[in-house]
């Protein structure tokens, strides 16, 4: 059903995937896993064709279901996908249209596909998607439900063949299994390729394992065989990279707050998403929030830093004696914010400038933005070379295009940085480069984190409190446990308070 033989792609002088050969037959699934950038993505987004042929050279073979998807028009692929090809894809918000409610998203589908006697209602059911979802468009979802819809959509017409990007990286663990679960059901009858950062948790539904590095396969086999005795040196460094430590790290008594929470209260139309919610954040400190898919962890990320209005209760932000805004916010879906013609460096940049804009710092050189914008990229875990600054954000990988969002967010030193879900489509050592970079910034500058995440090793790691959204928007608090523990040793000096103010969201927000 899918085959490769020699598939090369490049784009421009970049070689993105080199000499693939591989295939997966009907009733197969296939792993495919390999660190951040190694072209996991490129490689589902050839085999769905959508890489446009104008910016890239193909080479080789590469075959779906019959058809070459290297040379095939845009009609054909268009009437392949759907029916022959499902799509789970890691770009998740760009899937959807925007205009469109959840039901006629799953209507549509329905219609396309002739599945008559089906109705949306159905479809939630079984996609264990909340039915009071259905009149709600794609900006009212979380990253999980957004993530459960899409799932459910491929599914719909039962297409021969399934390619999935990281499909359960915006889940809870419940709902994690219960993905898993519906991918494993009638996988008999198609061929999947499953990419992975965690290929133990889909080991049960897998048959073989395949190693991307640096666009090229470097093992290949059995999943217990590849997991258990990896041969290639890439596959050992990627399974046995041991994840970041906690260490101890000291507080520093009476710091000032650097995010204060009162009273908020949030509806989307008649359901209440938020209900009295009061919490601070101590400058230096980070608070992680918690809760399943829908919790209203994503609104209240976006309340936090002005994308929503404030319907009811007060936000306030610690600003500096500039006056400039001090607030960075790295999405669950970074691409979104980034164009995708844009060079890495070309982001980073443009972040630096705009933040220094209306300040003394103003008229700052290209020599200084240019020296900045390598040391954060280094800082984040990304190559700080020409070659890979002058890359266009469309041809990165997931995890890199999530690096760079992170790197725009530092470079513009805020104090306060809201992350959501910040390491969710990555493997172990771009975690580590994130967290590290994350816990540099709180130790350099005094910065402090509200991180929205579903990965309790992760808020272990990272917290100094956790707070829990549960039903209806309420909210429970609990210290981190145990208590004093982080990603690295961080003496914290005090914050300079000297012309530091406390403004509301109404004022900061321009």
């Known amino acids: 059903m899918i085959q490769l033989e020699g598939a090369g792609v490049r784009a421009g002088e970049t070689v993105l995937l080199q000499d693939l050969t591989l295939c997966v037959a009907r009733g197969e699934t296939l792993l495919l896993i390999g660190q951040s950038g190694a072209g996991k993505s490129s490689l589902a987004r050839l085999l769905a064709g959508f890489l446009p042929p104008a910016i890239h050279t193909f080479s080789g073979s590469a075959r779906v279901a019959g058809v070459d998807v290297m040379r095939a028009s845009a009609s054909e692929m268009s009437r392949l996908r759907g029916r022959r090809i499902g799509l789970i894809m890691q770009g998740l918000a760009d899937a959807l249209n925007p205009q469109m409610t959840v039901r006629a998203h799953i209507a549509e589908m329905l219609a396309i596909h002739q599945c008559f006697g089906v109705t949306p209602e159905q479809v ?64 008999e009858k198609r061929a999947q390729i499953l990419i992975t950062h965690d290929p133990a948790f889909f080991a049960p539904i897998a048959d073989r394992v395949a190693v991307l590095d640096r666009g090229r396969i470097v093992e290949e086999g059995a999943v217990h065989d590849v997991l258990t005795s990896p041969r290639h040196a890439a596959t050992r460094a990627l399974l046995r990279l041991p994840k970041p430590k906690a260490t101890k790290r000291a507080r520093s008594a009476g710091q000032p707050v650097a995010l204060n929470v009162s009273g908020l209260c949030h509806h989307h139309g008649a359901r209440c998403v938020l209900h009295d919610l009061s919490f601070s954040v101590p400058a230096k400190a980070c608070l992680a929030i918690r809760g399943e898919s829908g919790a209203g962890k994503s609104t209240l990320a976006r309340l936090l830093i002005g994308l929503e209005a404030l319907q009811q209760g007060e936000i ?24 995708g013609h844009f060079t890495v460096s070309g982001t980073v940049s443009e972040a ?27 800082k984040v875990g990304l190559s700080a070379e020409t070659d890979f600054q002058n890359r266009r954000i469309r041809t990165l990988s997931g995890g890199e295009v999530q690096r760079v969002a992170l790197a725009r967010a530092l470079v513009q030193r805020p104090r306060l940085l809201v992350a959501d879900e910040p390491t969710s489509a990555l493997d172990v050592q771009s975690q580590t480069h994130v967290e590290k970079a994350i816990a540099l910034a709180m130790s350099e500058w005094g910065m402090s984190v509200v991180l929205f995440s579903h990965d309790g090793e992760l808020i272990a790691r990272m917290a100094d409190t956790i707070m829990t959204l549960e039903g209806r928007g309420l909210m429970t608090e609990e210290s981190a446990s145990p208590p004093g523990e ?25």
């Open 124 to 187: 939630c059911a079984g996609g264990n998607i909340p039915e009071h979802l259905l009149d709600r468009r794609p900006l009212g979802l979380s990253g999980g439900e957004i993530q459960r819809l899409l799932t459910a959509l491929a599914l719909i017409p039962r297409p021969d063949c399934l390619i999935l990007d990281e499909p359960t990286a915006a889940l809870d663990n419940v709902n994690r299994r219960l993905a898993r679960d519906a991918i494993a059901q009638g996988r």
């Open 352 to 378: 630096m400038r705009l933040v220094a804009r209306g300040t003394v710092r103003e008229r700052i050189s290209t020599h200084e933005v240019q020296r900045a914008v390598e040391t954060v990229l280094k």
């Open 316 to 339: 306030r932000h610690i600003r500096k004696a500039s006056g400039a805004r001090t607030v960075g916010y790295l999405s669950q879906h970074p691409g979104r914010s980034i164009p």
């Open 486 to 510: 982080g990603v690295v040793e961080r003496s914290f000096q005090e914050l300079e308070s000297t012309g530091d103010d406390c403004l509301d969201q109404n004022h900061w927000r321009d």
